[in-house]
């Protein structure tokens, strides 16, 4: 498409680095910060990426409801299980700091559970969730919008659901981690701002408005007058049900569990994001090497199974993304050229000509 403009990994990567650094955070900080979210862009999660720098993480850094400053305080620890208050902090790192703690429990402990609070957009559940599959472990990540929903759900007359995504990962052998990365809308949020910068509308069946009635002008949403439905839309007889069930399973463990804001019942309150982060050792129950045979064995079993003729090849979450991500390491990362107009214009703020210029 001629509105998508192919910019190097690399050149994301220290723009996003560099812009880290300027608003207080450490070199480490930082980097750690430019993996999560190159990360998405790299495997196609183009809505959690670099598109969101400046809308998400810089204005809230701008306006102080993100703090450099903050670090993940224990609250309570149990066993297996952790608390942790984030105080404001960056999303990408408290969650990237949770997970690190629940591998670090299910070394130990064979399971790992961790909750945080008051912490803010952690991005991509599937870095997260990845994180364990890379120890060897099988890992979970979901998280909240705190109470500040924006699906209607069965008929709801008002927004009563968060896109409240999860994301789940396992080792596979010499295959491709499995990492399932997903809202639990029909569709993230991220997807409707990625569909205004591309001029494109959005599919019947993404949003409706405050009547009920679909709508598919990305406007509608980034105004306020349109809103996500849950996996299944927002009736029960296409199987909204279903996807309701899943919003507020995340719900429960991310935010009514972790002290976190909750969508109903907690507007009075200031935004909390909530995170839960969860690992397993699979050697409590199989010898590593085994169940990742067996993964393996599974899953090439998936990838070769015969489809109808027009289908696509059948695969399975964490298998195209790991080529897409090769591709991309290679060509570069496609985005639309509204956000490349604004990096650009974000990177001369920070003392460079272009983003070219930062990757030189």
Not at 217 to 236: I, T
Request: glycine share 12%; proline share 4%; with cysteine.
């Amino acid at each position: 498409m001629s509105n998508v403009i192919r910019i190097d990994a690399e050149s994301l990567r220290r723009l996003i680095e560099m812009t880290f650094l300027r608003y207080g955070f450490s070199s480490e900080q930082a980097a750690a910060a430019a993996d999560v979210l190159l990360y998405a862009d790299l495997h196609g999660l183009d809505s959690h990426g670099v598109c969101n720098l400046l809308p998400i993480y810089v204005k809230a850094l701008s306006d102080r409801s993100i703090l450099p400053s903050s670090t993940l305080r224990s609250v309570r620890k149990k066993g297996a299980i952790s608390t942790f208050d984030a105080s404001g902090m960056l999303g990408l790192l408290a969650a990237k700091g949770a997970m690190e703690a629940a591998i670090e429990l299910a070394a130990e402990h064979s399971v790992g559970a961790v909750t945080v609070m008051n912490s803010s957009h952690f991005g991509t559940a599937g870095y997260f969730a990845r994180m364990a599959a890379q120890s060897g472990m099988i890992g979970l990540a979901l998280t909240n919008l705190g109470n500040r929903p924006v699906g209607y759900a069965q008929g709801s007359r008002r927004a009563i659901i968060g896109t409240n995504p999860l994301g789940f990962a396992s080792p596979a052998g010499d295959l491709p981690s499995f990492v399932l990365d997903m809202s639990t809308t029909v569709v993230a949020s991220g997807k409707i701002k990625l569909a205004k910068d591309l001029g494109e509308e959005v599919p019947v069946g993404w949003m409706v408005n405050q009547s009920g009635q679909p709508v598919t002008d990305p406007n509608s949403y980034l105004e306020g007058s349109g809103f996500l439905v849950p996996l299944g839309g927002w009736q029960r007889s296409t199987g909204g049900h279903k996807g309701l069930g899943l919003s507020l399973l995340v719900e429960v463990l991310s935010g009514v569990l972790s002290g976190a804001s909750v969508s109903l019942g907690f507007e009075d309150e200031q935004n909390s994001i909530g995170h839960f982060l969860f690992a397993l050792d699979v050697s409590a129950f199989l010898e590593g090497s085994i169940f990742a045979e067996r993964m393996e064995r599974f899953l090439s079993s998936l990838l070769g199974e015969p489809v109808f003729e027009g289908h696509e090849a059948l695969t399975y979450p964490g298998h195209s993304d790991a080529k897409i991500a090769l591709e991309r390491g290679v060509h570069g990362i496609p985005l639309p050229a509204p956000t490349v107009a604004a990096l650009n214009w974000h990177a001369s703020t920070l003392g460079a000509v272009s983003l070219a210029e930062i990757g030189q």
